[in-house]
């Protein structure tokens, strides 16, 4: 309650929610932290505040959301807000409302169909990349490759976490799912593969920006197989969590 009235004070808030994320093989308390845009129109803002207000706390994490783009998650069938903006998992609602989570039936659904439609656009990049490949073009083949992996791991932040990275780096995905997905904050690990995972990026800025850039046939091939184990492990969490779904 002392959290609570010291977020409320300083901070315009419609909602919080606070829920249990088991993704990362333990149980995380995280508060969901709601506010109009009309109110707050840039997010970044209030982290300076909430870092202050936050600071030494140890059992409670807590992102921030626009509430529009919450309510859109949720008519798009987002599994995340769809269980932790469960009506018992509010804290505080300015309005004294709920946000609506429609029927678990149409979630599912659309869960599914937005994850294949993710999947198909990353499928599609790998077919290029393997063209690429015949043609002993690595550089382009290279940047086919970072957009599958760009795809797939938004695909999978949406899933587990709510929301995609706004970013084009790797490693900045990497970072964003190191508390939710393990297994894909440790795709890239020790200071080779870091290397190889600098090459990745490297490959979206030089044909965007026709930066001056090579990488080796044995590079590609390392990075196809990165690709492999990418699909493996989005694969087992979509899995995992369609199942859980449909178990609850």
């Known amino acids: 309650m002392r959290l609570l009235k010291c977020i409320t004070a300083a901070v315009p808030i419609q909602y919080i929610y606070l829920h249990n994320n088991f993704s990362a093989g333990k149980a995380v308390q ?26 030494g706390q140890t059992e409670f994490s807590y992102r921030v959301f626009h509430v529009h783009e919450v309510e859109r998650a949720l008519r798009e069938g987002s599994l995340f807000f769809y269980y932790a903006t469960a009506a018992q998992n509010c804290l505080f609602s300015k309005s004294g409302n709920f946000l609506e989570c429609g029927t678990p039936e149409l979630v599912a659904d659309r869960v599914s169909s937005t994850y294949q439609h993710e999947t198909n656009k990353a499928n599609k990049f790998l077919s290029g990349a393997t063209f690429y ?6 550089e382009h083949c290279a940047f086919m490759l970072h957009q599958v992996f760009d795809l797939m791991y938004r695909a999978v932040e949406i899933l587990v976490i709510g929301k ?23 795709l890239f690990n020790d200071e080779e593969e870091l290397c190889l995972l600098h090459l990745l990026d490297e490959a979206y800025l030089a044909v965007r920006y026709e930066n001056d850039y090579t990488i080796s046939k044995p590079d590609v091939m390392r990075l196809f197989d990165k690709v492999d184990l990418l699909y493996c492990v989005a694969e087992r969490v979509y ?10």
């Open 164 to 186: 995609d990275k706004k970013t084009h780096r790797i490693s900045a995905h990497q970072l964003y799912v190191k508390a939710y997905i393990k297994p894909l904050s440790e």
């Open 239 to 248: 899995q995992g969590i369609m199942n859980n779904h449909f178990d609850q």
């Open 30 to 55: 995280e508060m969901l932290i709601m506010v109009q845009f009309k109110h707050v129109r840039i997010l970044n803002e209030l982290t300076p505040v909430l870092n202050i207000i936050f600071n």
């Open 133 to 138: 490949f015949k043609q002993q073009n690595f």
